[in-house]
């Protein structure tokens, strides 16, 4: 089995899988432009399905209009960091980061792994919390059977799904009930320290 190694730097909480994050070939919102999201600046607190595993989220917009993101989940022994490039995209009602991961534990990621988008759903409560949703497995699979979005599923039990339609239809979907609701229980709730 695999680290789901998005979600171990995003939500403090290390999930295992079978398989890595829904992806995208093409980021959400590039139809629209990204435009980094000053609303996450700064150190957040927080944490993933566990609430007694804490970890810390720090977003640094950069001049070429990414945000660098930095994840430290300090446990011990098991203690872990990466850092992300995100672009972030607004499309109706819905606000969406690209996560593509860049460094785990200090050591450059593989190209493969760096060139895969993963979608991302987020939000900032009226309370302050910043509580992001990663693309549900089931729910992606069903939607490309469906027709609803083209996409790929790798064959087997825990075959890695791809959504692959262009950017003008994963945007105009990701706007829809339908495009919102692939994105399930939360990935992570953070609470801003800075």
């Given amino acids: 089995m695999k680290f789901l190694r998005l979600a171990t730097v995003l939500c403090t909480a290390l999930i295992a899988t079978a ?3 829904v ?7 590039s139809s629209v432009g990204f435009t980094p999201d000053p609303a996450l600046t700064g150190m957040w607190k927080g944490h993933g399905e566990d609430p007694r595993q804490a970890g810390y989220l720090s977003f640094f917009p950069q001049d070429d209009g990414t945000i660098t ?5 300090p446990d011990g022994k098991d203690s872990s960091w990466a850092t992300f490039s ?3 995209a607004t499309l109706g009602a819905n606000r969406f980061m ?12 593989d190209d493969a792994e760096a060139q895969k988008t993963f979608p ?3 939000r900032v409560n009226g309370d302050g919390a910043l509580v992001i949703y990663l693309l549900d497995e089931k729910k992606a699979a069903a939607a490309i059977h469906a027709g609803k979005i083209a996409g790929t599923i790798e064959p ?11 950017a003008s239809d994963l945007d105009a979907f990701m706007q829809t009930a339908d495009g919102r ?11 801003r320290e800075k």
Wanted: proline share 7%.
């Fill in 19 to 21: 398989c890595l994050p």
């Fill in 23 to 29: 992806t995208s070939t093409v980021p959400v919102g």
């Fill in 69 to 73: 993101a930095l994840m430290i989940t």
């Fill in 86 to 88: 995100l672009q972030t």
């Fill in 98 to 109: 690209n996560a593509h991961e860049v460094l785990s534990n200090g050591k450059p990621d």
């Fill in 120 to 122: 991302l759903l987020y």
């Fill in 156 to 166: 087997g039990k825990d075959g890695d799904i791809a959504i692959t339609a262009q």
């Fill in 181 to 191: 609701a692939l994105f399930v229980k939360p990935l992570g709730i953070f609470k």
